[in-house]
């Protein structure tokens, strides 16, 4: 009854969805996401290259649509929950046919993220913070207060639970009036929540049967023997615990918030994955030491193709800080590391490695292969840095293309 974690152990976007979608196909039997909620973007690449995206949905639905395997995917508690934009992503994705109640379990606690919140994003952080705009922060913020709908209200109680929604909704149009909001602004407000309105009401039906009522599920199917995947979103260096605050989304993407999250305690979880690409990314505000300056970083975002799989926004690029990387296995026990997009550096003609506040130079990497000088180099420094040596890596970016456990 083994439980694995996926962690980013940089600033997001580090490629743990085919991390995940790997393990699934070869290994998981429950796959759980554990915080965030639409800010994330899980690309997957099946076999033949077909590209998935999914955003709060765990990416064990990959698996779940397009293969015989039985994959249980759980939206845990410790997730905020847009249940109109859910309900399009279910749509979109699972155009045949619907997922089962054994494929997609939420549960009732999760905090549901609300026309409001997404308004007060926009307004207030999207521009001050660089947020995805998708009302993270602000649901979170009424969860912590003790305000929030709950999944379970949405199922149990929609009229009632959307009135609610509509009251707040009306208290913040009439205090955004108040401070100088224009007519127009407030009907462009007014149409915006009518819209979500009414795909709140359409995915009524649908999402009701997905309903976890039962806390103690997530560990009774890990005493019944399951092999549980925890998916983290985002990563270690925008956890609202890390010194990033206030540069941070408001979750904690950590192993301390998978068991605040899942119900399981830390002797339950038997290996820590963290992923790290072979270069570093960020998208919003806040410090970037190893960000290059240089035609690299072109070269990066082209050949990586790094752009928000949320926003669409280009992320800044910069060398692998393994500093960064330390402190992050530090904080959760990281047991094995995963190396991504090692193919993207093939591109580069004179690659660095950040660490103890400077760039090491590394010989070029000609080859994914551990033959090759460049990347045996980078592999070895990640290694010993870290003092890791249960190291995997992926050589392309279809499934499949992972080398485990080297
Ligand atoms: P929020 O999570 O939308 O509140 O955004 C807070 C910060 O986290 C911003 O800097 C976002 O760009 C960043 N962020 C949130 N989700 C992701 C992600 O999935 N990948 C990369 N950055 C993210």
Redesign the pocket.
């Known amino acids: 009854m083994p439980t694995k974690l996926v962690l980013g152990l940089q600033?997001?976007?580090e490629g743990k969805g085919r991390v995940v979608d790997d393990l699934t196909e070869t290994w998981a039997d429950v796959v759980v996401r554990f915080q965030?909620g639409g800010?994330?973007?899980h690309t997957v690449y099946d076999r033949e290259g077909n590209k998935f995206v999914t955003h709060i949905l765990p990416v064990g639905v990959v698996q779940s649509r397009n293969s015989n395997k039985d994959v249980l995917n759980v939206i845990s508690r410790g997730c905020v929950l847009n249940v109109s934009d859910l309900y399009e992503e279910l749509l979109s994705f699972d155009s045949e046919k619907e997922l089962t109640n054994n494929q997609l379990k939420i549960s009732g606690f999760c905090p549901l993220i609300e026309p409001t919140h997404i308004l007060i994003?926009r307004m207030k952080?999207q521009g001050k913070?660089?947020?995805?705009?998708?009302g993270?922060?602000p649901a979170y913020s009424d969860f912590y207060a003790r305000d929030s709908i709950l999944f379970k209200d949405f199922v149990m109680n929609p009229e009632a639970s959307l009135n609610k929604i509509y009251k707040k909704f009306l208290d913040f149009q009439t205090d955004f009036a108040g401070q100088g909001g224009t007519n127009k602004q407030v009907n462009d407000n007014f149409s915006f929540y009518n819209d979500w309105a009414s795909k709140y009401r359409s995915a009524v039906d649908t999402l009701s049967q997905y309903l976890m009522e039962d806390e103690t599920e997530i560990f009774q199917l890990y005493q019944s023997g399951k092999n549980i995947l925890l998916e983290g979103?985002?990563g270690s260096g925008?956890s609202i615990g890390s010194n990033n605050y206030p540069?941070?989304?408001?979750s904690f993407p950590s192993v301390g918030g998978a068991l605040n999250s899942t119900g399981l305690n830390h002797n339950q979880i038997d290996e820590v994955i963290g992923v790290i690409k072979s270069y570093k990314t960020k998208?919003?505000?806040?410090i970037f030491p190893s960000i290059i300056k240089d035609e690299s970083a072109q070269i990066l975002a082209e050949i990586g193709k790094e752009y928000?799989a949320?926003t669409g926004r280009p992320r800044q690029c910069g060398w692998l800080d393994l500093d960064e990387v330390n402190l992050a296995i530090q904080n959760n026990g990281v047991d094995h590391l995963c190396i991504i997009k090692t193919d993207v550096m093939t591109h580069i003609e004179k690659p660095f490695v950040f660490h103890e506040n400077k760039l090491t130079s590394i010989p070029k990497i000609d080859n994914v292969s551990l033959e090759d000088e460049g990347f045996k180099t980078l592999v070895d420094m990640v290694s010993n840095i870290t003092n890791i040596n249960n190291i995997s890596y992926t050589t392309g970016p279809k499934r499949g293309e992972i080398v485990w456990n080297v």
């Not at 913070?129 to 998708?134: D, E, F, H, I, S």
């Not at 998208?283 to 806040?286: A, D, E, K, Q």
């Open positions: 600033h997001g976007d965030g800010n994330a973007g994003d952080y913070l660089g947020t995805t705009a998708r993270i922060g979103a985002q925008l540069d941070v989304t408001s998208v919003g505000t806040g928000g949320t």
